[in-house]
């Protein structure tokens, strides 16, 4: 069984829709993160969760809000979808105690907005 | 400009080649950096990190160079299941900043 899971891992939903991803880990990580990665522009942090009760805003928070409802779920929400959050979403998982730099991704959720 | 700028590629090489990525970052605070690798359409995953001193594993070399901040990989006797895109990964301010990736096809 995978250690970091996604779902849905295929979505397709309509303008102004809201739409939650989740994710779940196994592996006890108290770290945890939502990034999105588009065709020429690589991985970028949309919000990041050190335990349950943090929450931090990455580089592209805007248009989306995060709940770390326990230490192996962390779920991210577009409340009105658009068309430019089209795009792969991952989710990822790390370990305090080892460093930061190691990060356990999720097989990713391929969202549509049309 | 990119924090963390790679080639995008995509690199052609025969089986058996050594093929070599450079990266540049441009936050000279930068202290760690890494290789992750991404085949296609899947999740990014670690391959090695990148020491002052350079790392080497098996037929990959990691090397880094603060004075012209670059970052190299190099892939010595290449094979097939090497084709992916190489990801170079600083580490910056409680995250890691990715590069948009090197692609890498190795054919027969």
């Known amino acids: 069984d995978a250690d970091v899971t996604q779902t849905p891992r295929n979505r397709i939903t309509k303008t102004g829709k809201r739409i939650m991803l989740e994710c779940s880990q196994t592996?006890?990580?108290?770290?945890m993160y939502w990034y999105r990665q588009d065709p020429g522009l690589g991985l970028q942090l949309i919000y990041y969760?050190?335990?349950?009760?943090?929450?931090n805003k990455g580089e592209i928070s805007d248009g989306y809000s995060v709940s770390r409802q326990a230490q192996a779920k962390f779920s991210l929400s577009l409340e009105s979808a658009i068309p430019n959050q089209t795009a792969l979403y991952f989710c990822?998982?790390?370990?305090?105690?080892?460093?930061?730099?190691?990060?356990?991704f999720g097989p990713g959720t391929r969202l549509t907005v049309l | 400009r990119k924090e963390v700028e790679q080639d995008p590629g995509p690199f052609n090489v025969p089986e058996g080649a050594t093929v070599a990525f450079n990266c540049t970052y441009s936050?000279?605070?930068?202290?760690?950096f890494f290789w992750y690798r991404q085949d296609c359409r899947k999740e990014p995953k670690l391959l090695m990190s990148?020491?002052?001193s350079g790392n080497e594993d098996g037929r990959f070399t990691a090397q880094l160079n603060r004075a012209s901040q670059y970052i190299s990989l190099l892939i010595r006797d290449s094979k097939l299941s090497d084709s992916a895109t190489y990801l170079c990964?600083?580490?910056?301010?409680?995250?890691?900043?990715f590069g948009t990736g090197t692609r890498l096809l190795v054919s027969p």
């Open positions: 990822a998982t790390s370990d305090s105690g080892q460093g930061m730099h190691e990060q356990f």
């Open positions: 592996k006890g990580h108290d770290r």
């Open positions: 969760s050190f335990d349950v009760k943090d929450i």
């Open positions: 936050n000279s605070a930068s202290q760690s």
């Open positions: 990148v020491y002052s």
């Open positions: 990964v600083a580490l910056g301010f409680q995250k890691l900043v």
